[in-house]
Nanobody, 116 residues
């Protein structure tokens, strides 16, 4: 049974930081590409950051230089360090795992609210 469990969300003031975690089980974590998405109220889900099995990272242009995605294969966990948060980054953050057979798995999401 595959499980992705996000944590670390919460309420933070603009300019603050949060670190999200995505703990995975039931998958071969080290072989999977991990991606964080955000869904703002009333909007479509959008990609925030990706890290491949080889730890190659990529980011949405709006978060480059402020967000950092990482992974710890010994803990089957992916992270998203978010600094200098802005109110427009409010939303539900979802963790996605994409395996070598092109199957996608999703977590339940964690709410991030940035107050102005």
């Amino acid at each position: 049974q595959v499980q992705l469990v996000e944590s670390g969300g919460g309420l933070v003031q603009a300019g603050g930081s949060l670190r999200l975690s995505c703990a995975a089980s039931g998958i071969i974590f080290r072989d999977n590409t991990m991606t964080w998405y955000r869904q703002a109220p009333g909007k479509q889900r959008e990609l925030v950051a990706t890290i491949t099995r080889n730890s190659v990272t990529s980011y949405a242009s709006s978060v480059k230089g402020r967000f950092t995605i990482s992974r710890d294969n010994t803990k089957n966990t992916a992270y998203l360090q978010m600094n200098s948060l802005k109110p427009e980054k409010t939303g539900v953050y979802y963790c996605n795992s994409h395996d070598i057979w092109s199957r996608d798995y999703w977590g339940q999401g964690t709410q991030v609210t940035v107050s102005s």
